[in-house]
C-alpha cells in the first residue's frame, strides 16, 4: 500500500517524533545525542529550517521544526541517514536504526506551538527522569532560560508569545511549563514509551538517587537496589550497565545471588 503524502502545515510548523526500531535505545549515551544534535544543526544550515524546540530522550526524539520551504521530509532523512551510519558504525551493527518514517503532526497556530514546546521540554518529568525540565540537559529548555547559550534553537516565535520584554517573556515561559500540559496537548502518533534506561532513571528519582549517589551506596544497599530495578523495570544485566555504569558481570553476579 503507498504512503499517504505529509498534511501540509498552514503554519510551516510541524511536531515531529523519531523513534528506534522495536524501542531500541537510539540514544544511550550522551556522546550519541550530541552527535545527533551536531547532525542536526550541519543540515538545519544548508536547508535554512528552525529548530524550536527538542528533547532527546534514550529511544525517541520530539523536534519542532518550522519549515517554510516545506523540504522536511527530506531533511529528516538526511539527519536520519546521517545517524544511523554513526551510530551502527559505533555498535559494531547493521539495519534499520529507526522505526519507519517520522511521525509529524501539524501546528497550525501560535498557541498550539507553545503548548507543544512545553509538551516536549515536560517529556522527562512526565517519564518521572526529573522534577523539572530545566533539570534535563537533553531539551532545549535551559536554551529559553539563557537564550545566548545557544546557536541551535531559534527562540524568539515562543518567547515572542510570552511577552515582548525579554525578562518579562522568560518569566512567562517558565510559569507557562511548569504548568505542565493543563490544555491537554497530545501527539497524536503513538509514543515511543520508555526504554528500560529511561525506567532505570525513573526508579533512582523515584528513590530521590542520582547515579553517583548510587555509586556511593554500601554493597548491601546496592545490592537491594539492583535487585529491586530488575524486579520493576525487567531490565537485563546489559541495559543496567548502559543506565549504571557498572560492569555487565557484576550485576548478572548479584542477580544470581
Known amino acids: 500500500m503507498p504512503r499517504r503524502p505529509r498534511q501540509k502545515s498552514p503554519s510551516g510548523i510541524q511536531h515531529i517524533m523519531v523513534r528506534g526500531v522495536g524501542k531500541m535505545d537510539i540514544f544511550p549515551y550522551d556522546s550519541d545525542k550530541l552527535v545527533y544534535l551536531d547532525y ?20 525517541h526524539a520530539h523536534l519542532l521544526i518550522k519549515d517554510d520551504a516545506d523540504s522536511l521530509s527530506l531533511a529528516m532523512k538526511r539527519i536520519g541517514i546521517c545517524y544511523a551510519q554513526y551510530f551502527n558504525k559505533s555498535n559494531q551493527r547493521s539495519g534499520h536504526v529507526f522505526q519507519d518514517r517520522f511521525r ?14 512545553r509538551y516536549i521540554h515536560n517529556n ?27 546557536k541551535l534553537i531559534n527562540p524568539e516565535l515562543i518567547l515572542g508569545e510570552h511577552g515582548k520584554d525579554p525578562q518579562a517573556a ?11 500540559d493543563s490544555e491537554n496537548y497530545s501527539f497524536s502518533a503513538p ?37 529491586a530495578i530488575k524486579a520493576e523495570t525487567a531490565a537485563s544485566a ?3 550497565e548502559t543506565a549504571l555504569g557498572m560492569s555487565k558481570s557484576s550485576i548478572a553476579r548479584i542477580l544470581r545471588e
Open 238 to 240: 546489559r541495559e543496567m
Open 124 to 150: 522527562p518529568v512526565k517519564a518521572g527522569i526529573v522534577s523539572k525540565p530545566e533539570h534535563y540537559p537533553w531539551s532545549s529548555y535551559n536554551a529559553y532560560l539563557f537564550p545566548s547559550k545557544s
Open 191 to 227: 509514543e515511543a514509551g520508555l526504554s528500560p534506561s529511561e525506567k532505570i532513571q525513573a526508579l533512582l528519582t523515584k528513590k530521590g538517587l542520582t547515579l553517583p549517589a548510587f555509586k556511593q551506596l554500601n554493597k548491601e544497599e546496592r545490592d537491594d537496589l539492583i535487585l
Open 104 to 117: 509529524s503532526q501539524i501546528i497550525e497556530n501560535p498557541r498550539q506551538c507553545i503548548v507543544c514546546a
Open 40 to 59: 542536526i544543526g550541519i543540515i538545519k544550515e544548508d536547508m535554512n529550517f528552525e529548530l524550536l524546540a527538542y528533547c532527546l530522550m534514550s529511544n
Open 170 to 180: 522568560r518569566k512567562g515561559l517558565i510559569e507557562f511549563t511548569h504548568a505542565m
